[in-house]
């Protein structure tokens, strides 16, 4: 019986897993073997060359500004979404009627939007001449910025367009967990005289820790994969001030037809983002309490 | 349920195979008569172009119908265009006739990808190959061996705003012949946080500096595209130019991208601006104020690096694709379409004889700053072309980026893109 039951079990999986492995599996292992070699314009033949590409990656100084924009941008966009969303989710999650539903709309649609239709719309909201972000600036009396166009803020304005773009959803998931925690929790809790915050800190957000867990998961594998925004808005520039690790992967692999150099940079990529993630189960994940 | 969901999608299936299998059927039948040729082409700047190529086109299948039908393909501007043309030579399926950016020859011919000319427009109208402008025939020629027709092309130019320049007690008529007189005029348009000066256009910032160096002067990569020439006095000078207009002075933004500018522009946002000849039909469509086009100013001597796309034909397709590609790209480029298209697209005209088309004459006799991009070609040269030329660019445009913000001194910004240059084009 139990046999039976593991085969049917492979057998459900069988459909899922083929089509993982010619789309995921095989291409990640291929372009791990492919990074071993020299492949590009000048050496159309591929030539087996040890880790010479790792070391070209790591000599580069353009590697290591890729790499420290896409940090400033996780660990801006990562904490400043998160909290957001959380902060909106317990608003709306207040019992008022009609304006609920009327917030929860507004504040989700961003993230219905196609992220290339919405980083065209922010190219003009950016626009330092005719956009309504200097607009606004103005009128609150701050310095006009050229945003895009400025190496210092280049890279800030894709951050705020991201976290505009993705609290959203952040903040559904939340809304769920906060509305799966039961009320007589907070019941007992005020009976006992805990109010406001000693209710957040005690109730809330032990109990909503599997979704913040979740969230921040998410919330690590989209800002490493930053792409649409940086392709749309400023193509890496200027001065490579807005160059992410996969535009970076792009421009190597697509523009500079560097498929050796592409492949090592995209194991690199997939080694990271997994250390990233084994990192937060470890840290995280095992103080989260799943209530079974 | 669930027998009438298994019925639905058998019956979806077998109907499928039946269809295609149709389609292999009539494939089968007319494929000695019918050739399919497929056309990647991009359009680089704004306008409805994609039409006019469209229409362009069924002219031309519609003369050949039965024989030869040309499907074009829109596959974006220059960047995206050319990795859909590289990814699919790559993959040993390569579209029969292409546009791709002028740099990008050297790389198509170390994939060993396009076809060289030479016999087809040996057998043409004597005196067709002649009759391109010269500066347009040197991007598609390397080693004596012709591998495109131009087609799509382009000299970047100087846009100025005349209410601008009457608002700043300048003779609007009296564009700025001169970087001094530039650098002068823009000084006095700037209006702190509403109005630039002068905007050199970013995105392809790589082009435009490369006509200052001629200007200057100089050139940045030698005609065999072996050896760049990064570092040498003039293209430091004309960076030097650069930084003083948009960092030092503050007249000029110091980086912006290739599609904002336009509207930028149109917007009342930069009283000059420099880019392509083939945005002059979008202003004039938008712009709400009268303005000019003339020359890039000078230096040493007027100078311009010419841009665009040539057409060019695959290697690796039978030969009698080759032949109905050749007819097509003749057919396109005869003294009547190449006048035609340019009327309609705001491309300079690459045929000396195009001018004299009736339907160009009546054009620029109504539109003559239509000709200043063509008059321009006088003092204009190729472009630099090399190997890996994605990469040079790029390289190329972070220099640029850098210096333009103060990050880096000119003359040090330059011997780093001589270094990294000379490594990815040797």
Redesign the interface.
């Given at each position: 019986m139990k046999r039976i039951y593991r085969l049917t079990t492979y057998g459900y999986l069988l459909p899922g897993l083929f089509f993982m492995g010619i789309f995921t599996f095989i291409p990640v292992f291929m372009s791990a073997y492919l990074s071993l070699f020299k492949w590009n314009?000048?050496n159309?033949e591929p030539s087996f060359t040890w880790f010479s590409n790792y070391i070209e990656v790591f000599k580069a100084p353009?590697f290591w500004l890729v790499l420290r924009n896409n940090l400033v941008y996780a660990f801006t966009t990562i904490p400043l979404s998160m909290s957001l969303a959380l902060f909106l989710a317990i608003l709306i999650n207040q019992k008022m009627g009609w304006v609920r539903s009327l917030y929860r709309g507004s504040l989700f649609y961003p993230t219905m939007i196609p992220m290339v239709a919405a980083a065209m719309l922010w190219?003009w909201i950016f626009?330092?001449?005719?956009g309504i972000f200097n607009y606004y600036l103005g009128f609150l009396g701050f310095?006009?910025l050229?945003w895009?166009?400025?190496?210092r803020y280049a890279l800030i304005a894709i951050i705020i367009m991201s976290i505009w773009k993705n609290f959203g959803y952040y903040m559904l998931i939340f809304l769920a967990g906060l509305q799966g925690i039961p009320n007589h929790y907070y019941e007992a809790a005020a009976i006992e005289g805990a109010t406001g915050w000693k209710q957040f800190r005690y109730i809330t957000f032990p109990m909503l820790a599997p979704a913040t867990l979740f969230v921040f998961i998410v919330a690590i594998i989209s800002s490493f994969q930053v792409f649409d925004q940086v392709f749309v808005m400023?193509?890496g520039?200027?001065?490579?001030r807005t160059n992410v690790l996969v535009f970076y992967i792009y421009?190597h692999a697509?523009?500079?037809?560097d498929l050796g150099m592409g492949s090592t940079l995209t194991t690199l990529f997939i080694l990271g983002l997994l250390v990233a993630i084994w990192l937060v189960f470890r840290v995280i994940g095992r103080r989260v309490y799943y209530e079974v | 349920m669930r027998k009438i969901i298994l019925l639905v999608t058998v019956f979806f299936f077998i109907t499928g195979l039946l269809s295609t299998s149709e389609i292999w059927a009539q494939k089968e039948k007319s494929k000695p008569k019918l050739l399919r040729l497929t056309f990647y082409y991009p359009v680089g700047v704004a306008g409805p172009l994609a039409r006019v190529i469209g229409e362009m086109t069924d002219k031309f299948n519609k003369e050949n119908e039965g024989k030869v039908e040309v499907v074009p393909v829109y596959s974006g501007d220059y960047?995206p265009t050319m990795?859909k043309v590289?990814?699919a030579i790559m993959a040993g399926n390569p579209p029969d006739i292409f546009m791709v950016e002028i740099s990008e020859l050297p790389?198509l011919l170390?994939?060993g990808a396009v076809l060289s000319l030479d016999d087809y427009i040996k057998k043409t109208e004597k005196g067709y190959w002649e009759d391109f402008f010269a500066p347009f025939r040197e991007n598609a020629v390397i080693g004596g061996k012709i591998y495109g027709v131009p087609f799509q092309r382009s000299t970047p130019v100087l846009y100025w705003n005349k209410e601008a320049f009457k608002a700043a007690g300048l003779d609007p008529e009296k564009p700025p012949k001169t970087w001094d007189e530039l650098k002068d005029y823009a000084t006095k348009l700037t209006v702190k946080?509403k109005q630039w000066g002068v905007t050199i256009s970013?995105?392809w910032n790589d082009w435009l500096f490369e006509g200052f160096v001629r200007q200057n002067g100089g050139f940045l990569i030698s005609p065999d595209g072996l050896k760049a020439n990064f570092d040498s006095k003039e293209a430091i000078e004309a960076l030097d130019f650069w930084v003083e207009l948009k960092h030092r002075l503050k007249v000029g933004?110091?980086?912006?991208?290739w599609g904002?500018t336009p509207?930028?522009f149109v917007?009342?946002?930069t009283a000059m601006l420099y880019h392509s000849t083939g945005i002059l039909t979008f202003l004039k469509r938008s712009a709400k104020f009268d303005f000019g086009v003339t020359f890039m100013p000078q230096k040493k001597t007027f100078g311009a690096a010419v841009g665009g796309a040539n057409l060019m034909i695959a290697k690796k397709i039978p030969k009698e694709r080759q032949e109905a590609a050749w007819k097509y790209i003749e057919w396109m480029t005869n003294v009547k379409n190449t006048a035609e298209w340019s009327v309609a697209s705001g491309y300079v005209a690459v045929r000396n004889s195009a001018y004299d088309d009736p339907v160009m004459k009546e054009h620029v006799s109504k539109n003559p700053e239509y000709l200043v991009a063509r008059d321009q070609l006088k003092f204009a040269n190729g472009k630099m072309m090399a190997?890996?030329f994605?990469?040079v660019r790029?390289i190329l445009?972070?220099q640029l980026?850098?210096s333009?913000?103060g990050?880096i001194a000119p003359a040090e910004a330059m011997k780093i893109a001589q270094k990294e240059i000379q490594a990815v084009i040797k």
């Open positions: 314009i000048n159309p353009l190219v626009n330092p001449g005719l310095p006009k050229e895009l166009y400025d190496m400023t193509q520039g200027p001065g490579d421009q697509f523009r500079f037809w | 960047d990795q590289q990814t790389t170390a994939m946080d970013g995105g933004p110091p980086h912006s991208t904002s509207p930028d917007g009342g946002r190997k890996n994605q990469k790029e445009k972070r980026d850098d333009a913000a990050k």
